[in-house]
């Protein structure tokens, strides 16, 4: 397989993920900038090639320097990866709308966020649509969206991972997952924007509950190896119904890298931050500090990462009623989030099944 030949690339949003992704495009051959919004971050990237903020211990490619002006990252690029969190996607888009090669629709722009994006009604949106309506009107229909079974460490490493790049632009999706196209990484190109985005926000939502089960399961004599894998086909039933319902269009997303691929990963990882969040609810009382789910994302600076699954599960709650649809799974996490009920009465409930 021919590789692609040099292109330019920003990286907006220099977390883990995007720090992995960018020293392996560099790695790759490709001229790699990443913006930090913190300075210290900048610093150790320049002057160690590490980020000792996000992702510390591992070595990057002398080919990625970072930059603190957010301007300066994405102008003139060829390709512009977001790799913000969701929270704060389209405020960070605001910020360089105005650089000509974003003006005038030039640069390619693809995201890495998972998860949906707040609105100020509460209404769930996705990241490519939230992207879109903060890009200039060109970029309408045409943005990517990167997704698959992908802890950053292990990207940052250079271990093999695979990647769906995603977009109702046929050419884009194609270009996007040709530039992904390096040294330990296998992409391949989808046109399911709907049904990619859904299984990288919901997949979190049920790799928290399996942390809950797996600690559980430490105390518990109900819980094994049977349940939890019981517990990853009844989840990923569940993100395949709010895809359908939601507009996705092939099966085989779902059972894909981007759907079953990835669940299991976020699932099972050591480094999963959603499965970690779902034990620290059991064996260390995380939610004692908060008063309900809102509470809890107004202030998961508290948490001391970031569980993606616990603010998709909002989202999920409001997919569930608009479109009336059952989601056991789901439905049981948000009550506990929202200290409706405790994970071991969630245990009775099922008990009472049997």
Known sequence: MALMEKQSVGIIGAGAWGTALGTALARGGHDVQIWALEDDVVESINSKHENTRYLPGYTLDKGMTAVSDIKEAAAGKQYLIMASPSLYLAPTITKFTDVPNIKDGSTI???????????????????????????????????VYVAGPSHAEEVALG???????ASSNHRNAVRVRDLLRVKGIMAYASFDTVG???????????????????????????????????LMAAGLNEIQKIGFAMGATHAQTFTSISGVGDLDVTCKSKYGRNRRFGQDIIKNGMLEQFK????????VKKV???????????YVHTIEQEKHLKLPICDALYRVLNKEITPFEVLEEILRLQ
């Open 159 to 165: 271990k093999l991972t695979g990647l769906i790049s």
């Open 196 to 230: 990619v985005q859904v299984c990288a926000a919901v997949k979190n939502v049920i790799a928290t509950v399996y942390g809950i089960v797996d600690a559980m399961a430490e105390t518990s004599e109900l819980f094994g190896d049977n349940a939890e894998s019981l």
């Open 109 to 143: 722009i693809a995201s890495l966020t998972k998860g949906f994006v707040p609105t100020s009604d509460g209404t769930p949106r996705f990241v490519l649509e939230t992207m879109e309506s903060a890009l200039p009107e060109c970029y309408k229909d045409s943005t």
């Open 292 to 299: 309900n789910l809102d509470d809890l994302i107004a202030n």
């Open 304 to 314: 001391g990462y970031l569980p993606e699954g616990a603010i998709a599960c909002k």
